[in-house]
Each structure stands twice: as C-alpha cells, then as structure tokens.
C-alpha cells in the first residue's frame, strides 16, 4: 500500500484488530494478516469486495448472510455501501465472531475498514442493537428493487455539495434515469413483467457505477445517479455505458423479443446549488432527452441533445 507509510503498515500487520483499504472501485488495496484470515484471503491477492463476499458465502464461511437470495442482499448492500464519510455496524462470521466494523471515506472514494472483535459483549443486547439496524436499512431501500430509497439519495446529493469540490472545482454531477415507454410495458404485459423490469434494470446499473457512486430509485421508473467529483463529460460517458448494456438486455427468459430502453438528464453541481436545484436541471434535461427521442442522454446546458450511443 504505496500510500502509507512502511511504519504504519508494521503496526497494521502486528495487531489482532482487522484493517483493511479498499480503493473507490471498492477493490482491496491492502489488508493485514488478521483481517486477511477472518475473510480467508491469500497473502497477496486484491479482490473486489463482492467477490470476496459471494466466494465466502459459497464456501459456508466469513460473514454471516441472512438473506435467502444473496445476490439481492449483495446489490441491495452495495446501494449503500461506503456512500457516507463514516459508517459503524456490528456484523458476525460464521465462526461465531462478533466484529465492530466502521468504515472511513475519503474524498477520493478510497475507504478504510477497521474491525474489533466484541464477542464478549453482552449476547442478550445482540438482538436489540441488530433490529435497530435492520430499521434504518429499512428506512433507506427501496423495497422493490432493495436499492437505495429517495430519502437515501437525497442525503447523498446534500453531501456531494456540501463537500470541498474536486481540484477541476466542480462538486460532482447526478443523473436522473428513466425507463422508456414504462406504462406500455405495464399494459402489454402486466405489472408483474413491469416489477421484473424495475429489479433487472436496478441490477445492471448498479453493477456499472463505482463505490463512491449512489444510485437509487426515487419512485416509478424514475431512478437517480449520483456522481461525486465527476464533470459532466465524464458522467456522459458513464451514462453512455450504461445505455448500451440496458439496451441488449432481455429480462424474460421466454420471450427474446422483450426488451427496454431508458433516457437520461445530467446536471453538474455549482457552488449555489441546492440538492432541489440541481435536481431541478437535471429534470429538465431528462424531458429534452424524451423529447428528443428517448433511448439517449441530454446535459443540462448542452445545444444540441447528446444522442445515445448509435446501435
């Protein structure tokens, strides 16, 4: 880890509390030996941290999981997941440990995991601290497709201005994201196909944006991305990724002939930008983009539209 200090890594190393950094594409860059063998990991091997929770999980071992399906509990966590500047939780491991975890975020995306062994706590109190966590996840997910609820974006947006801008000065950008044609999707093939849509949709972006990235679903087919210290070019080209990845997906198994397409307004942060403000452009430039066609991106300020990728 070239950005500490060979003494501080010492110290890391020689201590039975976990500690490990990921960087903001949520990739470990360092991890001492205690935390290397609660999550059995190879000396030198820098996985994501999803791979690292789904090799566990399949091998019975680390964290334990409750969540029937993991790969909805794992896109559901990832909604949130090191989108703050501090975040404590408890978790257990399946050796029957229990960790005090916080995790620091740096301007830069790159977080620091500290994790303390408190397995001689009171066992009574477990239940009681666990609900308690369980709520404020429930009162920041969607429930349908278990990424981050409006409330938690909002906060998100409110945080990216109120953060020192990046060294271009600019704060950060959000997209808001909506699914082409939805109420005909709905009527031709029912809600249910509607819902499935909503849920592979939230799938696919939420694999395509970085840890330091938010995205969450604000109501109906309406989705929000939000992009700290990122200009406008390049959330554009973010955006455009995801445009040709949704554009090839084909959610029902039965019929191929199915598919869906989504338009985007971007707006970049200014310095007297309220969270409503900024949503507000960014509005405005996703109606340009729907009325330009759908199936592509607007920037708020650009002249003419950005289309979308040529298929």
Known sequence: MDSVPETFVQMFDGTSVLVAAYDEFDRLRYANPAFRAAFFLDENETPLWSEIMRRNHDAGRGSVIRAKDFEAWLISTQSRRGKTGFRAYETDLVDGRWLWMTESVRGDGWMLC??????????????????????VKTSYTDELTGIANRR??????????????SKAG?????????IDHFKLVNDRHG??????????????????????????RVGGEEFVLVLPRTPIGQAALLVERMLATV???????????????????LAEGRPDDSAASLYARADKALYSAKMGGRNRIYCDGSEPDRPAIAQ
């Not at 706590?121 to 666990?130: G, P, T």
């Not at 249910?192 to 938010?214: K, N, P, T, V």
């Open 114 to 135: 500290i994790a303390s062994d408190i397995t001689g706590l009171r066992a009574e109190d477990r239940a009681v601290r666990q609900d308690r966590d369980f709520a």
């Open 152 to 165: 938690f974006v909002t906060e998100r947006i409110e945080e990216m201005l109120r953060r020192p801008p």
């Open 170 to 178: 600019v704060p950060g950008c959000i997209g808001l994201l909506d």
């Open 191 to 216: 809600h249910q196909a509607g819902d499935l849509i909503l849920r592979d949709f939230a799938q696919r972006i939420s694999g395509l944006i970085r840890r330091s990235d938010c995205f969450g």
């Open 247 to 265: 554009r090839t997906a084909r959610p029902f198994a039965d019929r191929p002939d199915v598919a869906y397409t989504f338009s985007a307004g």
